[in-house]
């Protein structure tokens, strides 16, 4: 028993060691990248010395970079999910030599000096290596930055790009308003405070049936998390007032803005344009309005629910998995969202409609069901003409 609970606690020490290297390799990567400069392990080479093919090897050399720090980073992942699985082993293994028939034995304090003498000597590694790393890759910076001409950060401001933004609208916009487009839609402003209510209330109620040990180990992790982004939150904040005053006058004209069907490129329609175009594919599509006998518009929400806790039961009885009914319910379900895509592309202008699944009763059950799905060999035809050759 002793044996292996040293095992186990030098293999924890190790993976330890192993995630603060990847992490410091990580950091020099990163730095690389931003000070647009190319590690001598990277090396492409091109038998031509034309321009075009200069381009092309500084282009491949910088995605060998991003896929080099995308490699770390799930190297870290994997590490960090075996030190989660043995922290939840030794974790039992405490808990259950802390029992008074153990303590009788003296197991608890041998417990206590093996991790001791492990949790010693993996720091005192850690600081010697983290101090050489840390020596060495400020050298090959410094070496690489006296090789190599270092250019500009990729920090730059966004330029403007053409025909990104179709204003199909009456209304002209400015070149800042137009400028802030090329940060995306789903460019936002930092809120003033954290919403930190409402991220614990999300985590207590996804961890109010799991056992202690994970509990206490979810509620650790967001409290560093929390911590961590209380700390750095007047550092980060990097908008200044004229762009706050460019989002609420755009945020106040009556118009839509989506995103293209094909091109990914920013539509400006009007709303009496988008809503016209709304109704008329409503009227002439396949949809018909939810309404009870006397002719009252319904709401089909109940219907699914009752329909989807039906199926949920079945699926979970068929597999033989109590946990899985609980597992594949949607707490607050709503309906599903009907949206429309222009089709910029094509004259005249057409729209494509889009079924947002979202927090439907039966999001989780599709999911589960591709998951499913995918543990079985794919076949050669990938198609099927109707339901009945799906079920032969």
């Known amino acids: 028993m002793e044996a292996t609970t040293y095992q186990r606690f030098r293999l924890y020490g190790q993976l330890v060691e192993k995630k603060r290297m990847l992490l410091l390799h990580i950091q020099f990567l990163t730095r690389c990248r931003r000070r647009n400069l190319i590690p001598k392990f990277i090396n492409v080479k091109s038998s031509t010395n034309s321009a075009a093919s200069k381009i092309a090897t500084n282009s491949a050399k ?13 190297e870290v992942s994997i590490v960090e999910e075996k030190l989660y699985s043995l922290h939840l082993q030794l974790l039992k293994l405490v808990e259950y030599h802390s029992a008074a028939e153990c303590v009788v034995f003296g197991c608890m304090e041998k417990i206590k000096k093996c991790w001791q003498q492990v949790l010693c000597g993996v720091q005192r590694n850690l600081r010697k290596r983290v101090k050489l790393t840390k020596q060495r890759h400020r050298k090959k910076l410094h070496c690489l930055a006296r090789t190599q001409k270092e250019g500009e950060k990729t920090t730059r401001s966004p330029q403007m ?22 940060k995306g839609l789903n460019f936002a402003i930092l809120p003033v405070s954290a919403p930190i209510a409402d991220v614990v209330n999300n985590i207590e109620s996804a961890i109010q049936y799991q056992c202690h040990s994970i509990k206490s180990a979810v509620r650790l992790d967001v409290e560093k998390c929390i911590s961590r982004s209380i700390n750095s939150q007047n550092k980060s904040r990097n908008i200044d007032f004229d762009t706050w005053c460019v989002v609420r006058r755009l945020k106040s004209r009556e118009v839509v803005y989506s995103r293209a069907d094909k091109g990914n490129a920013i539509v400006i329609m009007d709303n009496s344009d988008y809503d016209s175009r709304f109704s008329d594919m409503i009227n002439s599509g396949p949809y018909e309005e939810c309404k ?33 009914d609980r597992k594949l319910h949607v707490p607050n379900p709503k309906v599903a969202s009907l949206y429309w895509l222009p089709k910029v592309h094509k004259n005249p202008l057409a729209m494509r409609p889009i079924s947002s699944n979202i927090c439907t009763p039966t999001e989780k059950m599709a999911a589960w069901l591709v998951d499913e799905l995918r543990k079985y060999p794919v076949t050669q035809g990938k198609s099927v003409k109707n339901s009945v050759e799906l079920v032969k």
């Open 292 to 324: 009870y006998k006397n002719g009252k518009p319904r709401d089909p929400l109940n219907t699914m629910v009752e329909q989807a806790n039906i199926t949920r039961r079945q699926v979970a009885h068929l597999m033989g998995e109590e946990k899985l």
């Open 161 to 182: 790009i053409d025909n990104f933004v179709i204003n199909l609208s009456s209304i002209q916009f400015t070149r800042e308003e137009l400028h802030l487009f090329n």
């Open 62 to 74: 910088k995605i060998w970079l991003i896929e080099e720090i995308r490699t770390k980073h799930k």
